[in-house]
């Protein structure tokens, strides 16, 4: 059996007790329960991060620079959904904020969840959906 170049790795490591530490390239992160972001809270964290940076890149080629939240929610459904919420904090046309949408649905990680979880993305400037 032969394996591919991954795309990415993690090296978590378990003591006896306590925390978990993750080790991501040269990174280290705490996950535990109590004391640290939990493994769903990673996941949802991963998604409104790569999510975030995609929004940038998008936004950046339209000549729209500035700062922008992007906050993930994952609920237990059914179905089980992540809700993305790009918050702008100036407004796009109906039809900018649906090409920044479809952007986020061509993600590396969107991609590879979607199989499995459902994602909806909303595009908002001041509490108004915009896509």
């Known amino acids: 059996m032969t394996m591919q170049m991954p795309m ?8 006896p007790s306590g925390p978990v530490a993750l080790a991501l390239g040269r990174h280290t992160v705490v996950v535990d329960h109590d004391g640290g972001p939990t493994p769903l809270e990673l996941m949802t964290g991963a998604l409104a991060a790569c999510s975030a940076m995609t929004a940038r890149t998008h936004l950046a080629r339209d000549g729209d620079v500035g700062e922008l939240d ?17 918050l702008l904090p100036w407004r796009l046309s109906a039809a900018d904020a649906h090409r920044l949408a479809d952007a986020l649905e061509r993600t590396e990680l969107t991609l590879l969840l979607r199989p499995s979880f459902q994602i909806r993305t909303a595009v908002e400037h001041a509490g108004e959906v915009l896509n």
């Open 70 to 86: 992007v906050v993930v929610t994952l609920d237990a459904g059914p179905p089980t959904l992540f809700y993305r919420r790009v």
């Open 8 to 15: 990415a790795a993690a090296d978590a490591h378990a003591a």
